[in-house]
């Protein structure tokens, strides 16, 4: 890139600051949608040690001014800001954007923060730049590149860790950390900032070197005194009721969990969900500082829904449309892009509600159309609707960027350039790139299939019009009819591209910054209507060449960015992904706190709170997934008892349910009967009833209906769970007319076992009475009477064991921690 004489510098340096007029615009909104409108430097808390070339340097604490002293003190201008999640580094790096603009010489560089989340690492970090800048702000990109190569910008790059998402790979960080190192300006390396996750930066720097030159601020976490004064600072316009919930939270900061309250973002969670009267002292009964994560982001929605001055949507609804993007953001599906996408771009819905479902969509809709003025062609127009038809399609199956609408200035220049610019030069990179990865994938193979169906439609016309000529000569002739019009297609195309080199003194643009994300398709729209309109006067003046009028304007039309976004919102309405005023519903969520917005695109307000919504669609998706094999009976009761039980870890009342049909089950599998009582016994609530139905259960099995293994079977569960009510049962049962012979004697077996070993156990080598006996726990007593380990560790000690080995029992046995409980039983009623 070309360096500019000194009158041109001076005039570059008044546009860097009329972009740092712009950047000072942007930055506030972004700041006062992230902390409040009220919000002051001195709201944020932090702690910043920063790690000199040299060697560690002091912490920086309290003020913001100090961190920007020792940023400008660093010879060479290249900063990294560290910090857990939620530490605060995005609304640090913007502070400190905000204080260079305040301190800001017109010669030195303007800083601009720009998001990496979604920078394909192999793009040049220069033209990456220009195009971010010019998309961003606005600027001319002839400017914005002549301001990246004059290095008059400061690149403030936010979230090098958010290129390769959660997966814990650094491929793509790595890839554009190297970009980075190649930034250079004419005297060496070129000053910026770089935001990233301490653990992610650290093994970019043990594998590949680090930021070069550059020194390291870590954000650390906010001690208790920082965490008292923020809160004391946030509540003090809180009712005098608020104020008091919360001093009981405050006193007591050091019994939460650690980890727990110790950043930014907690603190805005957590005063943002306790307000309007909730109770903020349920986050003291809570004992891992997860849970209080998860509950403070479940209440969050509710929180945003309830407290909006004008609500317009419910939680639920709010909840599974923002989950949409979410789930997108993990899986994007972007040939173009291969890592997370977290931007959220109206011009990019199709993406995230299903491309084959909206191109589809977008066909019909157009074939439709096409169809309705057939009717009013001749059979000999049928030729040229054809092209209009192939072309078309091709339109549909490419996805384009909308075009921006520019503020004018006069400048002499060639006649067609500015129409040259919207094509070309201002998405430079991004129509090369579009290009060279469509023509071959989506445009070529539409305009083959296209031109071989014109001419295989226009034959058969030709042959239903002229019967007596052969299907070659028809052939021949719709051949020939095709290449003229293509021809004259090919040169009314060159002319228009003539005619962009008549010197003419017409204008250039200068543009101001785009705030609003739903300007560019508005904006798309606005030129569609625009080119129509004219076009289509044009048409009516010119009735001969109307076709090639439509020729040459429709797959442009008909590939414009906001047709796609309306035929996006038809498609995710239907699928209940997006509403229908998704326009509306974005700006509204970013109002609510749920959003934040950077240039023309929105993101998450926080990437803790897009995992969330992540997470919790992955386990519905899972929780479907598993109802559906407990209801499959081609499957084996294990196979649907282990679903079940993975629905109650997930706490879904689904696996409760499902857990209860499968021991009530008289089709199923009698082990799998049990078991699902015995895991219905680890419900809290349902203990009692798992109990009792496995009671009941084993008591059925000592009839003849059932074989002495499935009485076993149960009667070990129920021991397992209630020894109570297991020895009782027994009683019962060896006393029960009804029951089996060899039910009797198990029960009689198990009743003489219990007695022998309690006569065993006061003469044993433990020496424990039997009092304290009653009271000492199971395993403290007996070890496992089936492990012969624990048969003969007595070491030539008398073992009580041994002693009542002369009574018969299942060859599976009995564990002793069950039989020690019999035993205490036995000893609880020395009258029976």
Known sequence: MAYYAEPAAVALMRQATRLSQKVVVVERTARSSLLGPAATAADVPFTVRVTLLRGPGDPVTGTLNELVNAYAALPEGRLVITGAAGAGKTVLALELVLLLLERRRPEQPVPVRLSLAEWDPDTPLEHWLVRQISDTYSVRPRLAEALVAQRLILPV???????????????????????????????????LVVTCRPTTYERLSRDHGGLASAAVAK??????EQVRCYLEQALAARSEGERRAWAEVIDNLHQLPAGALCTPWQLYLATTVYSGGRDPRDLLTLTAPGDIDRLLLERLIPVAVGTSPHPRYDAVRTKRWLTSFAVHAAHPNNNDRSGPAVDIMLHRLESVVGRKRVVALHGVVFFLVFSGLLPLTSPEDFSRLAWILGLALAGIGHSSEPIRLIRLRPRKHHAGEPFWDVMHRVDREGWKFQLKGSLSRQILPWVGWGA?????????????????????QAA??????????????????ASAVAIQFIPTPIVEADTEPVLRPSAPLRQDALVSVLIISVVGSCALLWVEVAWILALAVLPYVVGRAWMRYLASIAVGVHRGMVPLRLAHFLAWA???????????????????LQQWLLNEAQDREQIQHLNGRVRDRSLDDGERLTAARALVRLGTPDGTVALYHLATDRKAEFGARVQAMEALAN????????VRMLEAFSEMASTAKYTPVEFTTAIQAL???????????????????KARHDAQEFASSIAQRVAKLTQATTESRLNVPVSGLVEAPANQVFAPIDSQQAVDRGEGARNPLTEASNVHLPEKGWDAAMLAALTRKYWSQPGE
Do not use: C
Not at 219 to 224: A, C, I, R
Not at 464 to 472: A, D, H, Q
Not at 590 to 608: D, N, S
Not at 719 to 729: A, K, N, Q, S, W
């Open 157 to 191: 790059l936010d979230g090098l860790d958010e290129m390769d998402g959660e997966a814990g790979s650094s491929m793509r960080a790595a890839r554009g950390l190297d970009q980075i190192n190649r930034y250079h300006g004419p005297r060496g390396v070129a000053p």
């Open 219 to 224: 954000v650390e976490e906010l001690d208790t």
């Open 452 to 472: 071989l169906a014109i001419l295989v439609g226009a034959t058969l016309l030709h042959k239903l019009l002229f019967p007596s000529r052969s299907w070659g």
């Open 476 to 493: 021949l002739v719709s051949l020939g009819m095709n290449a003229l019009i293509l021809v004259g297609y090919l040169l009314v195309a």
């Open 590 to 608: 970013h109002r609510a706190g749920l959003l934040r917005t950077t240039g023309r695109t929105y993101q998450f307000r926080h990437r803790a």
């Open 683 to 690: 419900v809290d609530e349902l203990r009692g009833v798992a």
């Open 719 to 737: 021991g397992h769970l209630d020894p109570d009510v297991t020895f009782e049962l027994l009683q019962r049962i060896s006393q029960s007319g």
